[in-house]
Antibody
C-alpha cells in the first residue's frame, strides 16, 4: 500500500527556520517525484514544486522559487520542505503528494500544519 | 503559467441533483486535467484524471469530459457525502496549477 506520512504540526516564530518531512512507503521511492502543495487557511491549493529523489532534480513554481527549498534523502525515502526564515504568511497546511510526469497526484500525505506567529 | 478558471466558485444543491462544474484553461492542455475532491480537515482525493478517466474506487456517479481548454466535472446524482470542495488541476506543463475551487453546499 502506497503511503506518504508527513511530520507533525509546527508552531514557529517569524524569522525561525523549519524543515518538514514526507516519508514514502509501499513503492519504489526513487521512481516517482514528490510534490509539495500549500493551502492557506480557507483558501485553495497551490503547487509549490517537485523533486525526483533519485537524483534530486527539482522544479519550483515561480511563486515559491527562492522562498523555500525542496530536498530529499533517498536512503530513508523522505522528502523535505524547508524555510530559512519564516513569515506569518507561511501559515498554512502543507501537503506532499506522489507525482509522475504526465500524471496527476494519485497519492497524498495527511498534511502538516505550520503556524507562524509571534 | 497556465491558468485554470473554475465556475461557479460555489453552488447549493440538494441530494439527488445533477451537478456540473466547469474548468477553463488559459491555453490548450489536451486532456492533461484532473479533478480532486476535498472535505474539511482532509487531504485532496483524486477523482478523475486524463479529463475523463475515473480513479479506482471512485463512484460512477462522477464523470469528467472535455479536452483542449474546456472541461466539465459532473455528479449525476448528488449524495450526502459529496458535499465538499472540488478542484481541477492541469499537468500539461510546469508550473502545475490548480483551479480556484468550487464549494458544493447543501441547499
Amino acid at each position: 500500500e502506497v503511503q506518504l506520512v508527513q511530520s507533525g504540526a509546527e508552531v514557529k516564530k517569524p524569522g525561525e527556520s523549519l524543515k518538514i518531512s514526507c516519508q514514502g512507503s509501499g513503492y519504489s521511492f526513487t521512481s516517482y517525484w514528490i510534490g509539495w502543495v500549500r493551502q492557506m487557511p480557507g483558501k485553495g491549493l497551490e503547487w509549490m514544486g517537485i523533486i525526483y529523489p533519485s537524483d534530486s532534480d527539482s522544479r519550483y513554481s515561480p511563486s515559491f522559487q527562492g522562498q523555500v527549498t525542496i530536498s530529499a534523502d533517498k536512503s530513508i525515502s523522505t522528502a523535505y520542505l524547508q524555510w530559512s526564515s519564516l513569515k506569518a504568511s507561511d501559515t498554512a497546511m502543507y501537503y506532499c503528494a506522489r507525482y509522475q510526469v504526465g500524471a496527476p497526484f494519485h497519492y497524498w500525505g495527511q498534511g502538516t500544519l505550520v503556524t507562524v506567529s509571534s | 503559467a497556465i491558468q485554470l478558471t473554475q465556475s461557479p466558485s460555489s453552488l447549493s444543491a440538494s441530494v439527488g441533483d445533477r451537478v456540473t462544474v466547469t474548468c477553463r484553461a488559459s491555453q490548450g492542455i489536451s486532456i492533461a486535467l484532473a479533478w480532486y475532491q476535498q472535505k474539511p480537515g482532509q487531504a485532496p482525493k483524486l477523482l478523475i484524471y486524463d479529463a475523463s478517466t475515473l480513479e479506482s474506487g471512485v463512484p460512477s456517479r462522477f464523470s469528467g469530459s472535455g479536452s483542449g481548454t474546456d472541461f466539465t466535472l459532473t455528479i449525476s446524482s448528488l449524495q450526502p457525502e459529496d458535499f465538499a470542495t472540488y478542484y481541477c488541476q492541469q499537468f500539461h506543463g510546469y508550473p502545475l496549477t490548480f483551479g480556484g475551487g468550487t464549494k458544493v453546499v447543501i441547499k
